[in-house]
């Protein structure tokens, strides 16, 4: 490799870290911003929006389109349903077995209070249908983005960070996985490292499957669904 190749493999890399250091910190500072008058649904898409825009600028200045991201129509659909079946069985039985070894792990875990939380962040939904029906719209466009930035935008960043090298993937899934559980939790959960495991699945499944973000949607969409049925 030429010394010129090199600098300007390290120049570009810098580019990434920049990138990432401005968008995990707009992704983080932007969540003190509350606005108590329109509940937490909002709230978190307003969030998910501004880390977005923070995204799109970042992409527009590296000249990288969602399409190069994996935003766009499936080679196969039935390929897209076989990633989709293949997410929704592997997230819960990785949980289930999490469940299992839980106890034996070499350090204490804060219990999993999301249930008692639901409530506050999204009303009592016990057979409050007409609840239900008015925030799942909001509850899917937020399923969309979290799959869109998290797999598709940080796991791209931080591959082309780490030189884009199988070791450089799997730093990648790892780390957009761990940032993905503490953002649901902020601390060190059980449902820190739950959501943890559904990202490191969704990413597995986008670098492993031809990086096509439709599956993970899809899959995602219809994970939230089903939890936001079980609480009506």
């Known amino acids: 490799m030429s010394i010129k190749t090199t600098e300007i493999k390290i120049t570009n890399q810098r580019g990434f870290l920049f990138d990432l250091i401005i968008y995990i910190s707009v992704m983080?500072?932007?969540?003190?911003?509350?606005?108590?008058?329109?509940?937490?649904?909002?709230?978190?898409?307003?969030?998910?929006?501004?880390?977005?825009?923070?995204?799109?600028?970042?992409m527009k200045v590296r000249n990288i389109s969602w399409k190069n991201l994996g935003l766009r129509k499936p080679i196969s659909i039935k390929k897209t349903l076989f990633v989709t079946i293949g997410i929704l069985i592997a997230i819960p039985l990785s949980i289930m077995l999490f469940q299992l070894i839980k106890d034996f792990l070499p350090f204490s875990l804060a219990p999993d209070n999301s249930s008692e939380n639901a409530i506050s962040k999204f009303g009592n939904l016990k057979d409050n249908w007409l609840l239900f029906l008015s925030i799942m719209p909001m509850i899917l466009i937020q399923s969309t983005l979290e799959e869109v930035l998290d797999r598709g935008f940080l796991?791209?960043?931080?591959?082309?960070?780490?030189?884009?090298?199988?070791?450089?993937?799997?730093?990648?899934?790892?780390?957009?996985?761990?940032?993905?559980?503490?953002?649901?939790?902020?601390?060190?959960?059980?449902?820190?490292?739950?959501?943890?495991?559904?990202?490191?699945?969704?990413g597995i499944a986008y670098v492993k499957f031809g990086r096509n973000l439709w599956p993970l949607i899809i899959a995602h969409c219809i994970l939230n669904t089903m939890s936001m049925i079980d609480r009506v």
């Open 28 to 58: 983080f500072l932007i969540r003190e911003i509350y606005f108590s008058n329109v509940g937490f649904i909002v709230n978190g898409l307003f969030w998910s929006f501004s880390t977005l825009v923070i995204a799109i600028w970042r």
């Open 155 to 202: 796991i791209n960043w931080f591959e082309r960070l780490f030189s884009s090298t199988t070791f450089a993937t799997i730093i990648a899934v790892v780390l957009q996985a761990a940032i993905f559980g503490f953002r649901h939790s902020y601390d060190f959960s059980e449902r820190s490292i739950t959501v943890g495991i559904i990202g490191l699945i969704m």
